[in-house]
Structure formats: C-alpha cells, structure tokens
C-alpha cells in the first residue's frame, strides 16, 4: 500500500503508515554492532565447553599465548572476582547459581564458556581458541527437567542434589471444593516444548574502555539497553554516569536481549584491561546454546466443571525447565504463567504449584509470551478437552465461562485486574469470518470422505505493558522527552529501545498529531543511555502501551508551554494549539511552531514564570497492566498416508485496544503466528541424555519461513484501555499467544474420529502418522 | 563459524586445476556443503581450488542420444535449461527440488555428486536415469555409471586427485514418463526420501522402468526388484501400491530425529507411489 499524502491537519493516528525505519534496514545501510569499528580495537573469541557436565583438571593456554596476533588469553581463574550474570528475579527461597563469566573448575551446560582469546583479528582470535588445551573429566548429566527430579539424579549443582531450585504455590478461592463439588475433572499432561528464539541478528559486543575518563561504552545488541548499564557498571565498579550503553540497530531479540549477559561483562572487563576497544560478536552456532532459550515446561493440568459448561475450578502443577543457571528473569517466567492460568473466562478457584528444575541445559528466559503462551496453551487445551466430555461446542463453552462486559475491572482468582474487554466479540467475530457454521458442516462431508479435517478455536488473553512498577524487577514506567528545536523540528527521545517493532514510526504518529506537525519533521531516537533519559527497554508489549503514554504526557506538557509563547506572540488569552500554529480564537490570526521555537530559544521576551527553550520530559507510572486479548480459528488437514498437517485457513482476530498503525499491528500479528506456528508443528530444542542439543543449528532446527505460512486472515476488535490515555494495549506478543493452542485445537480435532484427545506439541507428521496407523491396524485387527 | 587458514587457488584451466588436485588440494565447486562445514571447522582442508573460473566447465549439451552437464552447472541452470527441460525433464525437475533459490544459483551438480549426501536430490534421479559420470584427474579420464558411482554415506568412485568433470544422461523422448517425488527434511531442505521414476510403456504394458531413491538408506540406489515388478504390467492403481512397497527391499532405513527408519521406509512406499503414478500419467 503507498503512503498516503499527508496534510497537516490529517490525524496520521491509526492510519497505514509505513515503517519511517525500514528504508536504512531495507538499503542494508543500518549500523548493528558487527558494523562498529574502532582504531586498535581487538577481536575476542570464546573458547566454550563441548561437555554439558565435567570437572575442568587443567587449562594449558600456552599455545594460544604463543600465537602471533593473540594480545590475551582469559580463563575463570582471571575472572574470577569480576562478577556473575546477573539474575533479577526474586522468589522466597530461591536458590540462584553463581554462574562465573568464565567457568573456574567445571562445567554444567554445552557451550559454557571457558576460556576468551583476544587478537588483532577475530580469525587468530579462533585460531588461538583451538590452541587451548582442557583437560575434562565429563561427568554425568540431566537434560530433561522431570529426570533432573527424579531421586538418584546427576545433580547439576552439587550443592544443590534435589535440582530444585525454587517451589511456588498460588492459590485463589476455594479449589478443592470446587473440585470436591464438581460434576466434571478432566486431567491432562501437557509439554511446552524448549524453543530457541533465533532473532536474525545475533548478539554482539563492542566494549571501548577510557582510562583517562574512566569511562565505558558498551555498544551492545541489547533491549534494554539502561538495564545493561546499570548491572554492568554495578558488576565492574564503574559510575553510571561514566558508563554509556548504545543499543545500535537490534536485529531482532523476542525476549532473548532483554538479559544481561556474561560476555557484556567480560568485554567490558578485558576492553578495562587491555585498554583497548575490544569486539565479540556471536556466531549462530554459539546462540544456539550461549542465548537464552524459551518455554520448556511440563504442565500438570486438572479443570472442574459443572454438568452445564461452567468451569469451576482449575489445578495446575508447573514444572519448569530453568537449565543450568539464571539469566535476568528465569525463575520469574513460570510465575507469569500462573498469573494468566485462568484465560479470559471467569473461573473462580485456582491453586497453582510451580518447581523450578535446574538442568544441565541453556537457561530458558523470555521468549515471545514469555509464561503467557505456555498459560494460554494450558487452559485453551484443557477448555477443548472439557468441551469434548461434555460434548459441548468448542465455541459455546468459551462463550458461556468469558468474563462478562460488565464484570470489568474484573478481578481474577490470580490477582489480577483485568482492565477492560469483549471477551466474547473477537471469537465471534473470528466465526463470523470463517463460517463457523458452515465449516462443521464440510467437516461433516469431509470425515465421510475418511477425510481428517480439523476446526480449532482458541481465545486467549495475555497481560502486556509491564507494568506498575511494584510488580517489576527494576520498575516498569517509561520515560519520554520531546523537544521542540529552534527550527520548530521535533525530537523525541524514547526510554524503550526498539528493535523492529516499529516506535520510530508510531510514536512520531503520536508527536506529528499532537503538535500538528508534518510526521518528517518529527525525529524519534532511541536506545543510547547518553542521549535519551533513563529508561525500562522494550519488553512484554509494553513500548507503546507505557512509552508512548509516557510521550503522550510529555507531550501535553510541551504543548502548554508552546501554547503561552504563542499566546504572548499573539498578545491573547484565548488561544488554541492546531495543525502547527498557535492560533487567536477570537481574531484568528496565528503563529507557527517555528516562529513559537524562535522565540523560546531567543528569548527575547518571556511569558510570565515560564524559562525559555521547549523541552519536556516525563516519566509515567503505569497504574495497571493491560490485558489483550483475541481469537483465532485454524483450519487443517491431516493427511493419512504421511501424517503431514496442511493449515488450510488462519483466522486471526486481535484485540489490542485502539490501533495507532493498522500495517505495523498486521505485521506483529503475521510474525507472532508464525512463532506460534512454529512451536504448534515444528520447533524444538532437543537435548539428548548427555546434554548436548541435537537441534543445534538450522540444518535441524526447523525455523518457520515463508513459503511455510499459511495465508492470515486478520481481524480487529477495538476495546481500549481505561489503564492509559491512548488507550492501547499492546500487540508484540499476541499472535505468538494465540496460535499454538488453535493450531494443536485444530489438529486435535481433526484426529478425534480417532480417539484422539490431546497431542504435544511440535506436531510433526511422525507422530500423527504413528497415531493413524496405529487406529488403521486396530481396526483391521 | 570461522574456518581454519586455508591456501586457495582460482585456476583458469582444468588442467590447472587438476595438477594442484594431484598435489593434495581439495576441489570447490559452489560451495554449498563444504563451506559451511568448513566454518563449522568440521573440514579443514589446507588448500581448495575453486572450480567456479575454469572456462568450459560448466555447460548442458546435446550429443547424438545424449546431454553432457558440466560439473560446475548450477541447479538453476539445470532447472532452467530449456533444452534438460525438453529432453531431460527428470534431472530438470529434480534440481527445481533442490534446497532453496540461493541454493541453486551456487550449488553445483558435479559439487552435489561428489559429496554424495545420501540425502541429496540428484542421486535419486541419476540412478534413475542410468547416468554416467566421467571422472577426470590431472592423468586419467574413465567413465562410471551412478549405480558405480555411489558407493556410500559421502563416499563416491572418485580417486584423490579425480573431479566429476560432467554427467551424461540419456534424452527420454515423450514417449518416457518421469517424476521426482520428494518429502522434505523441513529444516534443512534435503530428502527425507526423494523417488525418481523413469518409465516406457509398449502395447499398454510397462516395458521400461527404472527407480531411484535418495534419503532413504546410507547412498542413492535404484530399487531394482520394484522395476522388475513393475515391467509387463499395466500400471494399475493396485499394482502401483505393490511395487511401492518393494522400493526399500534389501536395504536399511535411515533413522534421525526428523523420521525413524519405520516411518521413512513408510514415507519411501508412499512417495514411490506417487512418483510412479505421476511418471505413469506423463507418457505421452
């Protein structure tokens, strides 16, 4: 679609406006990190564990040492007093490994790093890490998080021989009553599987260490970007106010930057003390290990109904792969999952029990959802397998346990308060679309045929725009400054730091409208801690929902102080701020924006008790989280001979709240599906017995592409939030949310003429071929 | 993902090249399997030459009753080739098959045969096409059908120091059916199993057929009792279904994470199948 013509008057606000950021990504023009290059600037390498568990007898570096071009050679015992990764998270009892920046005398995942080479190039970097002779005695591991608690098991931490690292129970109202009371339980095991995030780009580190200024800058591939410099000027002993972190381009992080790692320690440390400037930039290889992982959860699932469809009451015993050691938030991401275990339906009792696993695997983080896809996944399954013992509609037993339009603010049994909603229009909506009627009815025909042809609905919600501040490790507001320059341009200056979700563009949509200027007059810059005002980083769909109310504010302000330079350059009381002008309202003349700029800057004459310039900043508390929800409707086919599932329609209907930018809330929907996807048929992160991953690269890991897409159909219900002035809710992760449990839905469905009631997720056409032979030899039998 | 140093040449002359080959260097073709594995520092050969310069090695020509493809013929021109397309339509549509469009605008077909992945495509069709690969090294030229050629998982006829200089395949006329069925290994796009089928009918009976398979077990090979099974009869639904399920006879089934040995020898019956019927439906 091409852009519109904009006037200045036009409200670019909800409009198709494309990406302001694209041209640079599109031209191959952008600077990520592996673009930075400095004048002596060193090459760093990391040697990395091929053992998932071994003792380390000895580390021989002299080779490596003895390489012309290699400056340094690290090992733990150097690093020793430098720091740990940095775990944010806090739950009572909470054991939290010492994970070293470089492993002193052992070793509990694949890829833990061991040793770092540093030389002029990052080819005799390499060179110089095959050097490195180490000396291991492997020992025995757990890869699997059940195993990793059964008794007798390796233990991953040998202070710690149960591998539990934490226990969590939650519950709300009164769960075994309604279990005691209900007329139906239907108990179910269900497996999130471990996922690797892959964003495009890698991580990547510069560190460029002063020594005269004792300072620091970390250009890192982050998205967080003042987190980072906080835990790392914290780890290393450096002011702050010294420390300058640049997020350049990201290229991609779905949750996996949003941590900071051991090498944005390490580089900073070597760059100190080397006095260089020093680079590391990840392979895929290593990010297939070396970056956090997602989901990796064993859920225990019992719901209670009664005869009629009303869910009553729901149990669930989480037990969570948290690998090896903690990143910023591992043991807190099961804890989401609890939050969203009730989905959108107003089901009163719930209890909930979590075990933390320690395995000797990559840590699992943030993934795209983040607890939430897991929750959604639970109770949209369990609500179908409660469906089907009732022999009830899918769709009617949603309909009959949503919250109610006039239940909200609705309290949830978890704690929560969900902010606003209509609960039951995506879902209609979504039919209404797909012809839910008359889709049964093909399904009828085509199940005669033998066919197996699926329908799968799944509703689901999702908590976004994290959030108050109390519920968040290190605050969840947002900042936002908005100058306006003596040219009368517009600058805004963001705390969450986007990296491909599009601000540079919605958010000069929220300036360009406010102010009425043109939309290529307004600048939004991001992601450098010397230049923008502290800020939170881009994280659970909160950039918009709490940065751009931050900017929203921001900008109220500036417009009052711009509109008392226009009223004293109109020499008025009464006047109005529209499309770039200040005007008279009672003799209608005007001044523009840029005459407004000249004279806060020139001051020549000042408004009373107003200072000159045109600069606003304002940092915003969010009161609540928001809650998102929507529908989706899959349909697919099974196919008998291979077992291999086609999607045949993808319907998507996403509530979000108002949407500021229809293209870019459409293309966070089609890249959250394919994740979903993704995990619903094809991903996973296979470790075997020993800990090594046996999906460690795209030759076996399967990575959703294009051609694998089905085409989506999208739709929009708008319920806006009462929680912030935009009324936006969020949209990043919705679709990655939303599609695992109507893909699986959709394929359960389709294979339940054979008995089936639940599958596991990847769905690979193995294990469907497997259960169809299987029914085909029973009934010739 | 950096490979080891390595010394490399860029020849311009076969011969060139294949005196550097004698000497113990390590032929490149396009690249596709030997770069990323020498990033993967999984090979590190000291020297490589790379065949890409060498004028006159990369062609698809036609000679009498046959086409000569040079060895350093990307999949694209393969699959492209208008004359492979007309007269050779097998090996065409099987490099369409290939990986994806990067792929095969640097993939080879000599590169692809001499690495001999047992899950590569155009194993499955050379066999099909009783193929013949000439084999030049810096003192010898010798000829070798595919059926020779293929010996095992990455283990081929060539001698150190030889190259696949060209494949010879026969020009089918219409009255040839053929048809390359493949399932994807849907990460990295090779054959779970890949069946290409070649067949000839006279008076109503199948009088010619020949079976490839690639992806199945450690190297491409024709399933021979299949053909036989397969020749004198009408081609009939049933009888298709029964020849299908001979395609693995005598050999083992690979197994990995992405099918078991059970499931692929399933999928191989399956896919041959559909080949057949395909390849059955084209003769003119």
């Given at each position: 679609?091409?852009?519109?013509?904009?006037?200045?008057?036009?409200?670019?606000?909800?409009?198709?406006?494309?990406?302001?950021?694209?041209?640079?990504l599109i031209?191959?023009?952008?600077?990520?990190?592996?673009?930075?290059?400095?004048?002596?600037?060193?090459?760093?390498?990391?040697?990395?564990?091929?053992?998932a568990?071994?003792k380390?007898?000895?580390?021989?570096?002299s080779?490596?040492k003895?390489?012309?071009?290699?400056?340094?050679?690290?090992?733990?015992?150097?690093?020793?007093?430098?720091?740990?990764?940095?775990?944010?998270?806090?739950?009572?009892?909470?054991?939290?490994?010492?994970h070293?920046?470089?492993?002193?005398?052992?070793?509990?995942?694949?890829g833990?790093?061991?040793?770092?080479?540093?030389?002029?190039?990052?080819?005799?970097?390499?060179?110089?890490?095959?050097?490195?002779?180490?000396d291991?005695?492997?020992?025995?591991?757990?890869?699997?998080?059940?195993?990793?608690?059964?008794?007798?098991?390796?233990?991953?931490?040998?202070?710690?021989?149960?591998?539990?690292?934490?226990?969590?129970?939650?519950?709300?109202?009164?769960?075994?009553?309604?279990?005691?009371?209900?007329?139906?339980?239907?108990?179910?095991?269900?497996?999130?599987?471990?996922?690797i995030?892959?964003s495009?780009?890698?991580?990547?580190?510069?560190?460029?260490?002063?020594?005269?200024?004792?300072?620091?800058?970390?250009?890192?591939?982050?998205?967080?970007?003042?987190?980072?410099?906080?835990?790392?000027?914290q780890?290393?002993?450096?002011?702050?106010?010294?420390?300058?972190?640049?997020?350049?381009?990201?290229?991609?992080?779905?949750?996996?930057?949003?941590?900071?790692?051991?090498?944005?320690?390490?580089?900073?440390?070597?760059?100190?003390?080397?006095?260089?400037?020093?680079?590391?930039?990840?392979?895929r290889?290593?990010?297939?290990?070396?970056?956090?992982?997602?989901?990796?959860h064993v859920?225990?699932?019992?719901?209670?109904?009664?005869?009629?469809?009303?869910?009553?009451?729901?149990?669930?015993?989480?037990?969570?792969?948290?690998?090896?050691?903690?990143?910023?938030?591992?043991p807190?991401?099961?804890?989401?999952?609890?939050?969203?275990?009730?989905g959108?339906?107003?089901?009163?009792?719930?209890?909930?029990?979590?075990?933390?696993a320690?395995?000797?695997?990559?840590?699992?983080?943030?993934?795209?959802?983040?607890?939430?896809?897991?929750?959604?996944?639970?109770?949209?399954?369990?609500?179908d397998?409660?469906?089907?013992?009732?022999?009830?509609?899918?769709?009617?037993?949603?309909f009959?346990?949503?919250?109610?339009?006039?239940?909200?603010?609705?309290?949830?049994?978890?704690?929560?308060?969900?902010?606003?909603?209509?609960?039951?229009?995506?879902?209609?909506?979504?039919?209404?679309?797909?012809?839910?009627?008359k889709?049964?009815?093909?399904?009828?025909?085509?199940?005669?045929?033998?066919?197996?042809?699926?329908?799968?609905?799944?509703?689901?919600?999702?908590i976004?725009?994290?959030?108050?501040?109390?519920?968040?490790?290190?605050?969840g507001?947002e900042?936002?400054?908005?100058?306006?320059?003596?040219?009368?341009?517009?600058?805004?200056?963001?705390g969450?730091?986007?990296?491909?979700?599009?601000?540079?563009?919605?958010?000069?949509?929220?300036?360009?409208?406010?102010?009425?200027?043109?939309?290529?007059?307004?600048?939004?810059?991001?992601?450098?801690?010397?230049?923008?005002?502290?800020?939170?980083?881009?994280?659970?769909?909160?950039?918009?929902?709490?940065g751009?109310?931050?900017?929203y504010?921001a900008?109220?302000?500036?417009?009052?102080?711009?509109?008392?330079?226009?009223?004293?350059?109109?020499?008025?009381?009464?006047?109005?701020l529209?499309?770039?002008?200040?005007?008279?309202?009672?003799?209608?003349?005007?001044?523009?924006f840029?005459?407004?700029?000249?004279?806060a800057?020139?001051?020549?004459?000042?408004?009373?008790?107003?200072?000159?310039?045109?600069?606003?900043?304002?940092?915003?508390?969010?009161?609540?989280?928001?809650?998102?929800?929507?529908?989706?409707?899959?349909?697919?086919?099974?196919?008998?001979?291979?077992?291999?599932?086609?999607?045949?329609?993808?319907?998507a209907v996403d509530?979000?709240g108002?949407?500021?930018?229809?293209?870019?809330?459409?293309?966070?929907?089609?890249?959250?599906?394919?994740?979903g996807i993704?995990?619903?048929?094809?991903?996973?992160?296979?470790?075997?017995?020993?800990g090594?991953?046996?999906?460690?690269?795209?030759?076996?890991y399967?990575?959703?592409?294009?051609?694998?897409?089905?085409?989506?159909?999208?739709?929009?219900?708008?319920t806006?939030?009462?929680?912030?002035?935009?009324?936006?809710?969020?949209?990043g992760?919705?679709?990655?949310?939303?599609?695992?449990?109507?893909?699986v839905?959709?394929?359960?469905?389709?294979?339940?003429?054979?008995?089936?009631?639940?599958?596991?997720?990847?769905?690979?056409?193995?294990?469907?071929?497997?259960?169809?032979?299987?029914?085909?030899?029973?009934?010739?039998? | 993902?950096?490979?080891?140093?390595?010394?490399?040449?860029?020849?311009?002359?076969?011969?060139?090249?294949?005196?550097?080959?004698?000497?113990?260097?390590?032929?490149?073709a396009?690249?596709?399997?030997?770069?990323?594995?020498?990033?993967l520092?999984?090979?590190?050969?000291?020297?490589?030459?790379?065949?890409?310069?060498?004028?006159?090695?990369?062609?698809?020509?036609?000679?009498?009753?046959?086409?000569?493809?040079?060895?350093?013929?990307?999949?694209?021109?393969?699959?492209?080739?208008?004359?492979?397309?007309?007269?050779?339509?097998?090996?065409?549509?099987?490099?369409?098959?290939?990986?994806?469009?990067?792929?095969?605008?640097m993939?080879t077909?000599?590169?692809?045969?001499?690495?001999?992945?047992?899950?590569?495509?155009?194993?499955?069709?050379?066999?099909a096409?009783?193929?013949?690969?000439?084999?030049?090294?810096?003192?010898?030229?010798?000829?070798?059908?595919?059926?020779?050629?293929?010996?095992?998982t990455?283990?081929?006829?060539?001698?150190?120091?030889?190259?696949?200089?060209e494949?010879?395949?026969?020009?089918?006329?219409?009255?040839?059916?053929?048809?390359?069925?493949?399932?994807?290994?849907p990460?990295?796009?090779?054959?779970?199993?890949?069946?290409?089928?070649?067949?000839?009918?006279?008076?109503?009976?199948?009088?010619?057929?020949?079976?490839?398979?690639?992806?199945?077990?450690?190297?491409?090979?024709?399933?021979?009792?299949?053909?036989?099974?397969?020749?004198?009869?009408?081609?009939?639904?049933?009888?298709?279904?029964?020849v299908?399920?001979?395609?693995?006879?005598?050999?083992?089934?690979?197994?990995?994470?992405?099918?078991?040995?059970?499931?692929?020898?399933?999928?191989?019956?399956?896919?041959?199948?559909?080949?057949l019927?395909?390849?059955?439906?084209?003769?003119?």
């Amino acid at each position: 679609m091409a852009t519109p013509t904009i006037t200045k008057t036009e409200k670019l606000v909800g409009k198709r406006i494309r990406r302001r950021e694209d041209p640079r990504l599109i031209t191959g023009t952008a600077t990520y990190v592996d673009d930075i290059k400095m004048p002596g600037m060193l090459y760093a390498a990391i040697l990395r564990s091929p053992h998932a568990a071994a003792k380390i007898r000895s580390i021989d570096v002299s080779k490596a040492k003895a390489l012309k071009g290699v400056h340094a050679v690290f090992v733990g015992k150097d690093t020793e007093n430098a720091g740990a990764v940095p775990c944010g998270a806090s739950l009572p009892g909470l054991r939290i490994p010492h994970h070293h920046l470089l492993a002193i005398d052992r070793v509990y995942l694949v890829g833990h790093p061991v040793a770092v080479v540093v030389a002029t190039d990052r080819y005799i970097a390499r060179d110089g890490a095959d050097l490195i002779e180490v000396d291991y005695e492997p020992t025995q591991a757990v890869a699997d998080p059940e195993k990793a608690l059964a008794p007798g098991a390796p233990a991953v931490h040998p202070q710690w021989p149960d591998n539990t690292a934490f226990t969590f129970h939650q519950e709300g109202g009164d769960v075994n009553k309604a279990f005691a009371e209900a007329d139906v339980i239907v108990k179910q095991r269900i497996v999130s599987q471990r996922l690797i995030p892959n964003s495009m780009e890698t991580r990547g580190v510069v560190a460029d260490w002063r020594s005269a200024e004792r300072s620091m800058t970390l250009y890192t591939s982050t998205q967080a970007p003042h987190l980072v410099r906080s835990l790392v000027a914290q780890i290393l002993g450096i002011d702050d106010n010294r420390f300058r972190v640049v997020a350049p381009e990201v290229g991609g992080g779905f949750g996996a930057k949003i941590q900071t790692y051991a090498e944005e320690i390490l580089m900073a440390y070597i760059s100190m003390k080397l006095q260089k400037p020093v680079k590391w930039i990840e392979s895929r290889r290593e990010n297939f290990t070396c970056t956090i992982q997602g989901r990796g959860h064993v859920d225990f699932y019992e719901i209670a109904a009664k005869r009629d469809g009303t869910i009553t009451g729901i149990k669930l015993k989480i037990i969570q792969d948290l690998g090896s050691y903690f990143t910023i938030l591992t043991p807190a991401i099961p804890t989401l999952s609890v939050l969203m275990m009730p989905g959108l339906y107003r089901i009163p009792n719930i209890s909930a029990d979590i075990v933390g696993a320690f395995t000797n695997c990559t840590p699992t983080d943030a993934y795209r959802g983040a607890g939430r896809p897991e929750a959604t996944h639970g109770v949209e399954r369990m609500v179908d397998m409660m469906a089907a013992e009732l022999k009830m509609d899918p769709a009617e037993i949603r309909f009959k346990n949503f919250v109610r339009n006039e239940e909200f603010p609705f309290p949830t049994a978890t704690g929560l308060v969900y902010d606003s909603g209509d609960y039951s229009a995506p879902l209609k909506k979504a039919m209404e679309m797909g012809g839910y009627e008359k889709l049964r009815k093909e399904q009828d025909e085509a199940r005669k045929q033998g066919k197996l042809m699926g329908i799968g609905l799944a509703a689901y919600g999702e908590i976004c725009a994290f959030g108050p501040s109390p519920a968040t490790p290190a605050g969840g507001w947002e900042s936002a400054t908005v100058k306006i320059e003596p040219s009368g341009k517009v600058t805004v200056l963001t705390g969450i730091s986007p990296h491909g979700q599009g601000e540079e563009t919605t958010f000069a949509q929220i300036a360009a409208d406010e102010l009425g200027v043109d939309i290529d007059d307004v600048l939004v810059a991001h992601g450098d801690t010397s230049l923008v005002p502290y800020g939170i980083g881009t994280f659970g769909s909160r950039s918009t929902a709490v940065g751009g109310t931050a900017l929203y504010f921001a900008l109220q302000e500036l417009k009052a102080k711009a509109k008392k330079f226009g009223a004293m350059l109109l020499e008025s009381e009464d006047v109005t701020l529209a499309g770039g002008q200040c005007v008279d309202n009672k003799t209608g003349k005007s001044v523009s924006f840029k005459e407004i700029a000249g004279a806060a800057y020139r001051a020549m004459k000042l408004p009373p008790n107003t200072e000159p310039g045109l600069v606003s900043t304002h940092f915003w508390e969010p009161p609540n989280f928001t809650f998102p929800f929507g529908a989706h409707l899959v349909v697919t086919e099974v196919d008998r001979d291979t077992g291999g599932v086609a999607i045949k329609r993808y319907i998507a209907v996403d509530d979000c709240g108002n949407i500021l930018n229809p293209l870019i809330v459409d293309g966070q929907v089609h890249g959250g599906v394919a994740q979903g996807i993704g995990q619903a048929l094809w991903e996973q992160a296979v470790y075997d017995d020993n800990g090594q991953l046996v999906t460690g690269e795209f030759m076996d890991y399967t990575m959703p592409r294009a051609h694998m897409m089905p085409w989506i159909e999208s739709g929009h219900t708008v319920t806006p939030t009462p929680v912030n002035p935009l009324g936006v809710k969020g949209v990043g992760e919705a679709g990655t949310i939303g599609a695992s449990p109507a893909v699986v839905n959709s394929v359960v469905d389709a294979l339940s003429p054979l008995g089936v009631r639940h599958l596991d997720m990847p769905l690979t056409p193995e294990k469907l071929w497997k259960l169809i032979a299987s029914n085909q030899a029973g009934r010739k039998a | 993902m950096i490979p080891q140093q390595f010394e490399y040449s860029a020849p311009k002359t076969l011969d060139e090249a294949l005196g550097l080959l004698a000497e113990g260097a390590k032929p490149l073709a396009g690249g596709m399997s030997l770069i990323p594995m020498m990033k993967l520092r999984l090979a590190n050969p000291d020297h490589l030459v790379d065949l890409g310069r060498i004028k006159d090695l990369s062609y698809v020509r036609e000679q009498g009753s046959v086409i000569h493809i040079g060895a350093t013929t990307t999949h694209h021109e393969v699959e492209s080739s208008a004359l492979l397309r007309g007269k050779c339509p097998l090996l065409a549509e099987t490099a369409s098959h290939i990986g994806d469009v990067q792929v095969r605008n640097m993939g080879t077909i000599g590169g692809s045969v001499a690495h001999a992945d047992p899950a590569a495509d155009y194993p499955a069709a050379l066999q099909a096409l009783e193929a013949k690969l000439v084999l030049k090294g810096s003192k010898s030229e010798r000829t070798v059908s595919a059926d020779k050629f293929f010996v095992d998982t990455f283990t081929t006829a060539l001698e150190p120091g030889e190259i696949v200089r060209e494949a010879i395949v026969p020009v089918d006329d219409a009255g040839t059916g053929t048809s390359y069925q493949k399932v994807l290994q849907p990460a990295s796009g090779f054959a779970i199993v890949g069946v290409a089928v070649r067949v000839r009918k006279q008076g109503g009976k199948v009088s010619m057929a020949r079976i490839g398979v690639t992806g199945l077990s450690n190297r491409a090979f024709r399933a021979t009792a299949a053909e036989k099974a397969l020749e004198g009869r009408a081609g009939t639904p049933a009888e298709i279904q029964a020849v299908a399920e001979l395609v693995g006879q005598g050999v083992e089934a690979n197994s990995d994470l992405h099918a078991s040995a059970e499931y692929r020898l399933h999928l191989a019956h399956v896919y041959a199948a559909k080949a057949l019927a395909v390849a059955l439906g084209r003769i003119a």
